[in-house]
């Protein structure tokens, strides 16, 4: 089986799985909070070998089911982006410009895949359906360990910057999908999945995509620059 799974918003699946997703996150977040600051580094330094593992593992049973391709495997989904900056954020000396694109882009693509839950090209392994959610959760919560609890911070104009950075991979993307015939960052087509912020063909939706992701991005700076939010 080779196909788009779509788990449907508030039935009964969704619920358990965002029930259990929301109790890994909030648990791992409760470790940092309650740790050392030595200690702290060394559950982030595990939390990302533990992730390069599944995420090695995910490319690997791809392959062998004969599912990997490239037009389909290339981490140029936002999602796919954040989870390569999880991988290697941790071996960077400067990390700045990483984490605010990571605290963006995985914490808002992250929600955004966990609220219409869509496995692309699903073969029906439990492997791979697990691994949806955990590597979705892993890009919202592990930026939110960073920013409370290993004295990463975001900058003034970061929300700003991260728009202008992904203008420019939508700019070097799209002819990568028309080349591929892929659809990356749904930049040819709509996600195929019912979604409150997509409407109209293309270009159109795109435009749309703009506007909102331009209000979030400033949404989630000014939310999480409020005093109730920080550690």
């Known amino acids: ?106 914490i808002l693509g992250g929600i955004n895949s966990l609220l219409t839950p869509l496995i692309d090209n699903y073969t029906g392994g439990n492997f791979f359906y697990i691994e949806y959610y955990y590597s979705h959760s892993s890009i919202i919560v592990f930026p939110l360990y960073l920013f409370y609890y290993m004295d990463m911070k975001l900058s003034k104009y970061s929300w700003l910057k991260t728009f202008l950075i992904l203008n420019i991979l939508l700019v070097i993307i799209m002819p990568l999908d028309f080349l591929l015939g892929a659809n990356y960052m749904y930049l040819v087509d709509p996600p195929a999945v019912n979604h409150p912020l997509v409407s109209g063909e293309w270009p159109y939706y795109l435009i749309n995509f703009e506007f909102f992701v331009f209000l979030l991005l400033y949404f989630t700076y000014s939310l999480f620059k409020v005093s109730f939010l920080k550690n």
């Open 1 to 106: 089986m080779d196909k788009n799974y779509e788990i449907i918003f508030l039935s009964n699946e969704w619920i358990i799985n965002s029930v259990f997703t929301l109790f890994f996150m909030v648990s791992f977040l409760f470790l940092g909070k309650y740790s050392g600051k030595e200690q702290r580094v060394q559950i982030a330094y595990v939390f990302v070998y533990i992730f390069i593992g599944v995420y090695v593992i995910y490319h690997i049973m791809h392959y062998l089911d004969g599912t990997w391709s490239l037009s389909k495997r290339l981490p140029l989904h936002l999602c796919g982006i954040s989870s390569v900056l999880v991988c290697v954020i941790m071996f960077l000396k400067k990390r700045q410009l990483a984490f605010e694109f990571l605290f963006y882009c995985g």
